[in-house]
């Protein structure tokens, strides 16, 4: 739902704001996977590495701004790199390389994205990597994947 542009002199009127309300109450999206026990697969891809879960756009937006943060991601090897990519549903934003700092070294990894036309309802919010080098682990302890989800027009 679009809100009304008000030119100056105009009534500002309860319908006003109650979509003014109702867009943001529903301009955020928190979302996240605790422990999500993946390992990746060797070099290929892309495929589905984590699914976070579902999310479900709402009818006025078209795109969301994505901050998200794997937290205590490892690699198998130092030079292990992966190419991330979010995707909600059928519509994906860019790669992001990923490389490890250390063999099994935990780290986070922050990831900011746009992803335009994200399709209507409850779509499936996940991680698909393209392996270059070596494995990449999510493991089943102290790991989680956040996502906050900026809805925008």
């Not at 704001?17 to 026990?37: G, K, L, S």
């Not at 901050?67 to 198998?76: D, Q, R, T």
């Not at 995707?87 to 780290?107: D, L, Q």
């Amino acid at each position: 739902m679009a809100i009304r542009v008000l030119a100056v002199n105009d009534t500002f009127l309860a319908s006003d704001e109650d979509d003014i309300a109702n867009q943001i109450n529903q301009m955020r999206t928190f979302i996240t996977v605790a422990n999500p026990n993946a390992t990746s697969t060797g070099a290929g891809g892309p495929t589905t590495w984590v699914t976070v879960g579902n999310v479900t756009r709402p009818t006025w937006a078209s795109q969301a701004r994505i901050n998200a943060v794997l937290c205590a991601i490892s690699g198998s090897a130092t030079n292990a790199q992966a190419d991330l990519l979010i995707k909600i549903g059928t519509a994906a934003g860019v790669n992001h390389r990923v490389a490890a700092p250390g063999v099994t070294t935990r780290f986070d990894k922050p990831i900011n994205d746009l992803i335009t036309g994200v399709p209507s309802g409850s779509q499936s919010l996940v991680v698909q990597a393209t392996f270059v080098s070596g494995t990449f682990s999510a493991p089943n302890t102290v790991c989680s994947f956040d996502f906050n989800i900026d809805w925008m027009q």
